[in-house]
């Protein structure tokens, strides 16, 4: 049976892959970004499909391994932004970086959320732990609402199989679930809690206007349960390091569009300059941490409102090509070893089917 499901599977999806490149040749011409998207989009897909047999084998002798794989792939994803689709990204300060990369304490990791692809440029900021010695031994863990859905197939797997952390809006479920990750190097949470759009803001300025809280014209009113949740389980994480993300392709007016992923392969330009000002804030030791939300997310208000993304004096990121395409390198060949043994052996054919059966399953009830 399940050998009957593979074929057909694998036949879906080859078909999929002609169709999808005879869309991409009718408009390639017309679309000047959308033969770049397509193939990072199918990296993501593909990548993380074939990277499913390793995680799953290496994870039952040592769950820092799921660490590894997942850094390596999200590195070798900025080798691709970088290269492929020529994506530059400016900071405020280079020794931010550094430290963000380096602290020695645990830290959380907050940022806006425009657009489905703003965490992919954390990977930048990654490349300066410089080796893959350090890459492996990393631990950073994506802190989510929710699983990531089927459109992200590949990410999804690799995810859910490394330890992230999806929040079930439940204070004592959401504590539950943190108290077993609290060796990680970095937390990485949108407080927001979804992306920033007509929609969403509409429903947010509600929420404030019926609380009577502050509202803000570039942001989303954080999500405070997700954050009180993180705070009150991890007692030793003492600093906040705050990123607020523009793209040069999303002007100020233009930023209650939704920019979902897909939208990047034909409405909107993939983004050639990010520029991200990072913030440094200390946590309060009686762990009132509501105030200091509330001004990290003034400070980001404001930074939105007065940026000029022509005029300012950003520089450009450290950033290490080594160890980025090291990363890439190294995916790929995971890849090819997966796709070999998956032709060559029936007990891998056997192992993919329960792999999907076991993901479709997680995606019901993590959704």
Known sequence: MYQFYSKYIIDLISKSLFLSICILL??????????????????????GLLLLTPITIINFYDKKYGFAIKNIYYVGIAWIIKNILGTEIFVNSNELVQNLVKEKDQIIVTQNHFSEIDYMFLSYFITNLNSIANLINYKMIFVAKKFVGIAFLG????????????????????????????????????????CFN?????????????????????????????????????KKYKNVYDLTVMFDSIPKDKLLIPHKFYHFFYQHDFPSRVFINIQKYKLATDLNFEPKIKEI???????????????????????????AITSFIISNITMGISLYLYYNYNFIKTLYFFQAVFYLITFYFLN
Request: net charge positive; glycine share 2%.
């Open 26 to 47: 009718i408009n390639m011409i017309k679309y000047k970004f959308l033969f770049v998207s397509l193939y990072i989009y199918l990296i993501y897909l593909l990548s």
């Open 155 to 194: 990410v999804g797997l690799i995810s859910l199989l490394s330890k992230d952390l999806y929040l079930n809006r439940d204070i004592q479920i959401d504590h539950n679930n943190l108290k077993y990750n609290n060796d990680a190097n970095i937390l990485y949470i949108f407080p927001e809690g979804t």
């Open 198 to 234: 007509s929609y969403t803001k509409k429903i947010s300025d509600q929420y404030v206007k019926s609380n009577n809280l502050i509202k803000f014209n570039y942001l989303l009113y954080p999500r405070l349960t997700g954050m009180f949740t993180l705070l009150k389980t991890h």
């Open 297 to 323: 997310f003034k400070n980001k208000d404001k930074f939105i409102q007065d940026f000029d993304l022509i005029n300012n004096k950003f520089e450009k990121i450290n950033y290490n090509q080594n160890l």
